[in-house]
């Protein structure tokens, strides 16, 4: 059994793994496109991730990431949230990965009761400490990856956790067609009852 850190860092790590595989095979447009009604794409959730990292993992515990960050502005207060005609997947992918291993620094080198101060937090709530960040980080992610499957699954139908483990029921398109149709009926009745 390993240590606690080394389980919630394993936690992170597997979140993370799970947002990039969701870009895998896409074409730039994909990768951009907006696919909810508050423009939800898979690489703003990247870019946003990246954000998170590296003000969570860097600037609240004294290691700010070497490079600049695009965070929320007075102008656009999305501004960490999209991607810009001149963000390609890889320049993302490639930001986000240095951005990780810049926090896995600061998670190896520190121990759980290490504190650091989130500067945008309340100032009650601003005192943290590592073992509080990772928890935070690694729920962020995994909320984040929830919403990269559903914008993936939206853009192709390509669904699952990871490669090696779909965490899908069984089933073809035939199946799933049905089951989506059983699943619609009992919103129809539900609805007609209710009128």
């Known amino acids: 059994m390993t240590d606690l850190k080394d389980q ?5 790590r597997a979140a993370r793994e799970a947002v990039v595989w969701k870009l895998e095979g896409l ?4 990768a951009h496109r907006p696919m909810t009604p508050t423009a939800t794409s898979l690489l703003g959730l990247v870019k946003h991730l990246a954000n998170v990292e590296a003000g969570y993992f860097g600037d609240t515990f004294g290691r700010p990431f070497p490079e600049p960050m695009v965070w929320k502005t007075a102008d656009d207060l999305t501004g960490d949230m999209w991607a810009t005609a001149d963000e390609s997947t890889g ?23 290490a504190t650091g101060r989130v500067p945008w937090w309340p100032p009650e709530r601003a005192d943290v400490t590592l073992a509080r960040i990772l928890v935070h980080v690694t729920a962020e992610t995994n909320r984040h ?3 990269a499957d559903i914008v993936r699954e939206l853009l192709d139908g390509a669904v699952g956790l990871r490669p090696a483990n779909h965490n899908m029921a069984p089933g073809g398109e035939a199946e799933w067609s049905a089951y989506y149709g ?14």
């Not at 919630?8 to 992170?12: K, S």
């Not at 320049?91 to 009761?113: F, K, M, N, Q, W």
């Open 145 to 147: 990856a929830g919403h």
């Open 91 to 113: 320049d993302l992918l490639e930001l986000y990965d240095r951005v990780c291993r810049h926090a896995d620094e600061t998670i190896s080198s520190l121990g759980l009761d």
């Open 27 to 30: 074409d730039e447009y994909a």
């Open 8 to 12: 919630l860092h394993a936690y992170l």
């Open 182 to 195: 059983r699943v619609e009926q009992a919103a129809l009745a539900w609805r007609d009852r209710t009128r």
